[in-house]
DNA sequence: ATCCTCCTTGTAATCGATTCCACGAGGAGG
DNA sequence: CCTCCTCGTGGAATCGATTACAAGGAGGAT
């Protein structure tokens, strides 16, 4: 591969000058830029970034370092983070964490090493001490969907309390009375908070939510299906199961129905985290959807500014209630 | 952050032996090293990739370019393309290309300037200038899923050509006779393969594959949306429709529940690629199943082959038909 | 005691860029 | 005609690692 030095030998100049003419600096002559140009196309000449970066320690590249790509939520987030971040001159690095601590500070260990301009991450847990040194050791770092509490980054996150309480509003307006959550690891806001949400929603609304009818899941299907297990072999089982993300919502699925059971006749069924395929579900599932492409973008712009030696704040976007039939049938409208 | 100065400075050795401890040289003192040892973690040191990099030639990153991580399908390849570079001692790289050559283009420039180790493509075109010359440039590179012909490059790929023809006998024992495929994009060797599979299939069955029954998708929601819309408008439509992938069929079901019609009662439906969503749609979808997790990590394992210099050859899987209801009551089941 | 090895370590070149500084040519001003 | 500036360019240092080569010291053989 053809390097600046071969470059500056065919075009007859310096590496300084070829240099310069790549990096659109003003003093070059316009027939020596020319030669150099000749020269650059000639050998098919690209400048190694990675020489680049050991000189001007910066790579223009953003890690991201998502919960799980196989969750639809976080595949969005990631391909908006992409969109985002090319269009203001940045590639963008992901690791996936697969719901796992270790591996997720496997990325960021990784992320780090190769000199990233900056970090995005949903935490997987409450902070490992690698990601602990990571946010005070200087690394521009922005916090999406979920984060850590006591550390000084930005978050970018969407706040669901007042579309928890309207879907327990229509909940309860379907006459449900005994709603379960499926909640996600308590090591991470996201599951907390929902937690949280649900809970004050239903005292709102007169109702407690018992210990048994709080389930803890990982954010994975299977961890959905365990925990709707659990819920149906209650001797008064629950009737709504309210999963705290779209894979535990499957997983739920899964066990609902091998149990030979119907949603929304025998148990209710809604979910955060709103996905196409929830349309086609059977029945199609009441979801609380968040603006994931916004989200992504928001992101992105803090990081960079912090990049770039700008103050950010934190972002709060709002999430909504879709209602659809697996809850019971919305108003108005016939099975 | 600390260099390997500042750690030969606080040990009282030189930069050589730094280096040769963090590289496991033989010939270095147990106490030199302990020494050594001691000030990389007071310091916190970490070896600076990009510098190393830079010296070696080598970035131990493999790039993955891939089609949509949108899909579930490629969601799933990339993860599993992570998970054995990952055991293999390589990081990952991805580039989402969403369906679009100039995308494609752009990260596949990116990766090669960023000097990774190998390259992973699902070409979503019949191959760029860009991508051809990369091909003949000796980086090391690997066709995952898709290919492109008349390149001398290694492919990793599903042969769906038996799958097909299990669907097609499937469909053709419930009575159907009427047979319309979305298409992927022809420049793809997907789009074109499918078609040409259930297109023998067919013939096989004496059945004919009418110009009117192809529609031309490009393997996004909206094109398996707007191509069914025309299926159904036609004066005698389709019994069936097969989409070549996932989230065409998704748009394909948009369209059908738009017209209220019903799955598999007015038109049955089938996909290529199963995903897990697919189990709980109204009704069950019939799919195409491929063996995602190995085709991810067959194709790192012969990219790292090329890398590290030893040869490798094409490697083909075969795919199986998983039935479901959509096309109509399987055999000895009831509704 | 001398010489030869082997072991351990340091010096310095190198990878491919960027960028500070210096230098020569040419034009303007005195 | 001389001095001073400006402009365009080249030389060389630098980023943080790796590694070939050299060198110093210890120990063994003669």
Redesign the interface.
């Known amino acids: 591969?053809a390097s600046i030095k071969d470059v500056a030998h065919h075009a007859g100049v310096s590496v300084a000058t070829v240099s310069r003419v790549l990096n659109d600096h003003p003093s070059v002559r316009a027939d020596t830029r020319d030669r150099v140009l000749t020269a650059v196309a000639e050998l098919?000449y690209?400048?190694?970034?990675?020489?680049r970066?050991?000189r001007t320690d910066q790579?223009r590249t953003l890690g991201l370092v998502i919960s799980d790509?196989?969750n639809?939520f976080f595949?969005?987030l990631?391909?908006s983070v992409?969109d985002e971040a090319?269009a203001l001159g940045y590639?963008v690095?992901?690791g996936?964490a697969?719901e796992r601590p270790d591996l997720q500070d496997?990325h960021v260990?990784?992320l780090?090493?190769?000199?990233i301009d900056g970090l995005l991450v949903t935490p997987t847990d409450g902070g490992s001490p690698l990601m602990l040194?990571a946010a005070r050791?200087g690394t521009p770092m922005v916090f999406v969907d979920r984060w850590i509490k006591g550390v000084d980054v930005p978050v970018v996150r969407t706040d669901g309390t007042d579309a928890v309480r309207d879907l327990v509003a229509h909940l309860h307006a379907l006459g449900h009375r005994r709603l379960a959550i499926v909640a996600g690891p308590a090591a991470t806001t996201t599951g907390r908070e929902r937690v949280e949400a649900f809970r004050s929603a239903l005292h709102e609304f007169g109702l407690a939510l018992p210990a048994d009818f709080i389930g803890q899941g990982d954010f994975q299907?299977e961890s959905g299906r365990r925990v709707t297990a659990r819920f149906l072999d209650l001797p008064e089982p629950p009737d709504v199961i309210f999963a705290a993300d779209n894979l535990m919502a499957?997983g739920a699925?899964?066990e609902i129905?091998a149990r030979g059971l119907r949603v929304p006749g025998d148990v209710a069924l809604a979910a955060f985290d709103d996905i196409?395929?929830f349309?086609?579900?059977?029945?199609?599932i009441t979801a609380i959807a968040q603006p994931t492409g916004e989200l992504g973008r928001a992101a992105v712009r803090a990081l960079i500014d912090r990049v770039e030696g700008r103050t950010t704040d934190s972002v709060i976007l709002s999430a909504r209630l879709v209602t659809r039939r697996s809850c019971g049938e919305p108003e108005g409208s016939k099975p």
Do not use: C, F, Q
């Open positions: 591969m098919g690209r400048p190694n970034a990675v020489a970066s050991l790579t790509v196989l639809p595949a969005e990631a391909r992409e090319r590639s690095v992901i996936n697969d496997h260990r990784t780090m090493d190769r000199r040194d050791s299907a499957l699925m899964d129905r196409p395929w349309v086609h579900t059977d029945p199609p």
